[in-house]
């Protein structure tokens, strides 16, 4: 009896996984020959035992097919694994959904500070901001040369003014540039996150078309039989009307 009958027949009674050992029921059990190449390579690596014919425990598949995983991303990084990569990892071995609101998660770690540079930064690059400077400094033109004729507290050539708008761009320069960094922490954050989830799906696909690939294998190899089986049969009918 093959292994494939065996889970067949075993599929309400328990069954002692040969990998781990345990008692499980039927339904849990996968047949050898359904499960991938290098999947049966590393179970046999630790059970020599295991062959062909045997079984395995959906627990166990799972637990190889992340090895399995795990080997295949450290041929491709020459160092080990990074975080990243141990995230999907993790997400793979407890089916969660590794996707997720990255702006929520970067808002949270945000200061006090880090967000009144933010809304500095948003309202002087706003048309809001040009028109209010545009007009404050008209006003302070006007009233020093128009309305304060005699007392103007900044006559022309408007050096109290000059010192002002330098020193609000001396403000306004950093404060950019720290809304700028967290512009770039806030994308990184975003990119760690979609390669995080590229990476799962592209595992998730090759996992699924490895899959399907050994099945489609199985299924022709068992036409075959089905095939050789026919033809025989023909031909011992064949004989047998020859001699009737």
Not at 20 to 43: D, I, N, T, Y
Not at 47 to 73: F, K
Not at 79 to 90: F, K
Not at 190 to 206: F, G, H, I, Q, T
Request: overall charge negative.
């Amino acid at each position: 009896m093959t292994s494939t009958d065996q889970t067949r027949n075993s599929g309400g009674e328990s069954v002692v996984c040969p990998v781990c050992h345990q008692q499980k029921p039927g339904s849990q059990m996968v047949a050898a020959e359904f499960v991938h190449a290098p999947l049966r390579s590393l179970v046999r690596k630790d059970h020599p035992g295991w062959d062909e014919t045997g079984v395995i425990c959906t627990e166990d598949l799972h637990r190889y097919r992340l090895e399995h995983i795990r080997n295949l991303l450290a041929e491709d990084s020459a160092d080990s694994l990074s975080s990243e990569e141990e995230n999907v990892l993790g997400s793979l071995e407890t089916n969660e959904i590794i996707a997720h609101d990255t702006e929520e998660e970067y808002q949270d770690r945000l200061t006090l500070g880090d967000r009144l540079s933010d809304r500095l930064s948003e309202f002087a690059g706003s048309w809001r901001f040009i028109i209010l400077f545009v007009a404050f400094m008209a006003g302070w033109m006007v009233l020093n040369t128009v309305v304060l004729v005699s007392r103007a507290f900044d006559p022309y050539p408007f050096i109290l003014l000059n010192l002002v708008l330098s020193t609000l761009a001396a403000l306004q320069a950093p404060v950019i540039m720290m809304s700028q960094n967290r512009q770039e922490d806030r994308d990184r954050v975003r990119a760690e996150n979609d390669y995080e989830v590229n990476l799962k799906s592209e595992l998730e696909v090759k996992r699924i078309n490895d899959k399907l690939d050994h099945l489609l294998t199985q299924q022709w190899q068992r036409l075959l039989e089905i095939q050789e089986t026919q033809a025989e049969l023909i031909d011992e009918l064949s004989s047998d009307n020859e001699t009737g």
